[in-house]
């Protein structure tokens, strides 16, 4: 008899849904039960976490964030690590709200654009937020729609309790020597919001951790780059090289609007 697959917690970033996992996830299929978390209302990187735990009623699991998703991991860990098999860390960060002007700068610079989200609607700030998540070549593409499409789901109350959540985001620096499980860490080449350098430090810090980067992608590396992304989380779950690694070749075999939520 087969063994079960391992099940694949798939945490979304900022104004993110199903449709930032959706590529990578249906790529993994055959690997993993992969589910995809979703935050509601919840304002704070540590109830994200106690939701997530809550819901999956696994003992154990595998854990991969992306952006404010990956904090979250992190969280997960610090709260219950004996159920965290797997770990990986996509263009994220660890550090928290730095002290003095330039924690002051990204306090305002997130709360304007919420109260832009107020007064001009969501599709207003994603067209001046998600230009600087992706790649340049993919500025006004389908691919940027789709992210303007997905932003555009979420709304302002939403967006301020994850606003919330990032300016009062904790300090895992010291977590990250502790993690004992195998780690990925991946980042898009041109990410400028949570850059290659971020990740170099985490690899540092973190004894079981390996570096993937993603070339010609941007922050939004889970909807950029979606096969590479599935391929090198993929050997992160087997352990094998890439090309070793089956992948699902159609996403018949996951219907994402149906995917679990945790």
Same mark, same amino acid.
């Not at 994850?162 to 977590?175: C, I, S």
């Given at each position: ?13 900022l104004l ?17 039960? @992969? ?55 996509l263009d ?50 389908p691919l ?36 004992? @499980? ?25 004894? *079981? ?15 950029? *780059? ?32 149906? *995917?679990?939520?945790?």
């Amino acid at each position: 008899m087969d063994e079960p697959r391992p099940v694949l917690m798939l945490l979304p970033g900022l104004l993110c849904d199903q449709a930032a996992w959706a590529g990578p996830g249906w790529r993994l299929t055959t690997l993993a039960d @992969c589910r995809i978390a979703s935050w509601g209302m919840l304002d704070s990187i540590e109830a994200m976490a106690s939701h997530l735990l809550a819901s999956v009623p696994e003992a154990r699991f595998a854990l991969a964030g992306h952006s404010m998703g990956g904090r979250v991991a992190l969280e997960v860990v610090r709260q219950a690590p004996q159920r965290v098999e797997r770990l990986a860390l996509l263009d994220t960060g660890f550090q928290p709200l730095p002290p003095g002007p330039e924690g002051d700068s990204e306090r305002e610079a997130r709360c304007a654009l919420l109260a832009q989200a107020r007064s001009a609607g969501m599709r207003s700030i994603g067209r001046n937020w998600a230009t600087g998540m992706v790649h340049p070549d993919r500025v006004g593409s389908p691919l940027f729609d789709e992210i303007l499409d997905m932003i555009d789901r979420s709304n302002p109350a939403q967006f301020a309790a994850q606003v919330r959540a990032l300016l009062g985001r904790p300090d895992a620096t010291q977590l990250l020597p502790a993690i004992a @499980c195998p780690t990925l860490l991946l980042c898009g080449r041109q990410d400028r919001w949570n850059p290659l350098a971020h990740h170099v430090a985490m690899r540092e810090r973190i004894p *079981a951790a390996r570096l993937e980067v993603i070339e010609d992608a941007g922050h939004m590396t889970t909807m950029e *780059a979606p096969q590479a992304v599935a391929a090198a989380m993929a050997a992160w779950l087997t352990g094998r090289a890439g090309p070793e690694c089956a992948l699902s070749p159609t996403a018949a075999a996951w219907p994402h609007s149906s *995917a679990a939520r945790a």
